[in-house]
DNA sequence: CGCGGGTTTGATGATGCTCAAGCCCGGTGG
DNA sequence: CCACCGGGCTTGAGCATCATCAAACCCGCG
């Protein structure tokens, strides 16, 4: 259950056996079905989530009723709307599951107490914020430069895994076009393969 | 000269007389010319910069030539390609004045030894980042939920100062789309008034 | 005065949206 | 076992938005 998190973990800083069982003692583990809510809006975002099996998305739904998918995450990553865990305020996300899944959960005040008590995992969640700042500002870029076709095309090769669990409709939503547009350019794409 | 970055802070933490003074010491003012680079594609960025006067804009060149501008930076504000600076990487950005402009700049060093001496200052460029990190969610979500015109009418709102200081093409660059679209953009706006 | 930039205006075309219908396929009930 | 239903994907036609190319305009400045 907590191998993943190890080796998330070693793959930014070194840590001993009796640090990593210390750090697990503040992670909640839970299982979760498909369609099951972590996070609506409205809510204070007080958790931390690290995907250990299956995929979830966060999303917003914007003042004409759209919804707009932010992130995906599947095994290895973390979701949580940083923005409302960070700042304390309401969140104008929705987080769910699309499958059943196996998350690692990781409480506020668990994660202020972890960090004191093993201080470098502060090092830790500075380079995971930045990560996210990083992928953040890499999506505006994309979405500044690129067509809706190059974004797929970057889409594919960044989370390749993804595309064989999320349905079609929730690709569109993140790229920014309708289900109908990705299906067009899909087509597109095979004819010249 | 400090003055401004006196409120600035004090807007987020309380200091002291003696530890603001401590502080302006880390900070190495300069005078600007306009078109003068403060970064470019390339260099990694060393330093971050707080302004005083003037304009400053931070932009990349995407493959295709055409340019995008990530930030625009007037008084009060901080520019930095923080991914460059933050991961010790060559930027991909841009950094240049559009006027004549009095800036503040403080070095990596520099910053690290004053966050050593007043540590109170590490919350206050924590809260800078997280600030930074929700503007750019903010401009994903605006790109993805709503059109030229409405991102319009929305940087009209959030940054009023610019638009008498900025060349309209840069605002038309920001916003994602070619001059020509901006200025049908204002005539259409200016009809309904 | 004439040059050069930034902006505006016009015509045309590409991209992606909307609305609507059809298709595919897995699940359910008769 | 088959008919039917529903969700997701595909396809088509028409339309809105914005880009591109080109020309005109405006205005400050040498």
Known sequence: MFDLLRKHIEKRISISNKEFKHCCSFFV??????NQFLLQQGEICKRLTFVNSGCLREYTVDHKGNVHIIQFAIN???IADMISYLSISPSTQYIDTLQTSEVLMLERESREKMMQEIP???????????KKYIASVKRINDSLSA????????????????VEQVPQHDIASYLGITPQSLSRI????????
Do not use: C, G, M, V
């Not at 470098?120 to 930045?130: G, P």
């Open 120 to 130: 470098k995992l502060e090092r830790f969640f500075r380079i995971l914020l930045e």
């Open 76 to 78: 290895d990553w973390w």
């Open 29 to 34: 583990p839970r299982k979760l079905r498909k």
């Open 186 to 193: 899909r087509k597109e794409l095979s004819k010249k393969h």
């Open 147 to 162: 067509t809706a076709e190059e974004r797929y095309l970057s889409f594919l090769q960044t989370y390749p895994a993804l």
